[in-house]
């Protein structure tokens, strides 16, 4: 079981830094995986804030768990 299924301090992650703020464009991470993607605190500009309707979209389609896909060693 290497893929992160953790419930608790969930954010959501704009997979693309310029694809907006629609649900397509979002990923639900637990905070260890959001520190640990490639574009986390880099500088330039910020997207969009998601919306929280998206958000909570996000969040259910996620099951209330990390989506992070990858497997092994990302935290
Ligand atoms: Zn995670
Ligand atoms: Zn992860």
Do not use: I, W
Not at 23 to 29: F, H, I, S
Not at 46 to 73: M, Q, V
């Amino acid at each position: 079981m290497a893929r992160c299924t953790r419930t608790t301090g969930l954010q959501v992650h704009h997979k693309n830094r310029a694809g907006g703020n629609d649900l397509g464009n979002a990923e639900v991470l637990c905070t260890k995986c959001h520190e640990a993607t490639s574009t986390y605190g880099a500088p330039g500009a910020s997207p969009p804030e998601f919306t929280e309707e998206t958000k909570r979209k996000a969040l259910e389609r996620a099951g209330h768990r990390c989506e992070c896909p990858r497997t092994g060693g990302c935290h």
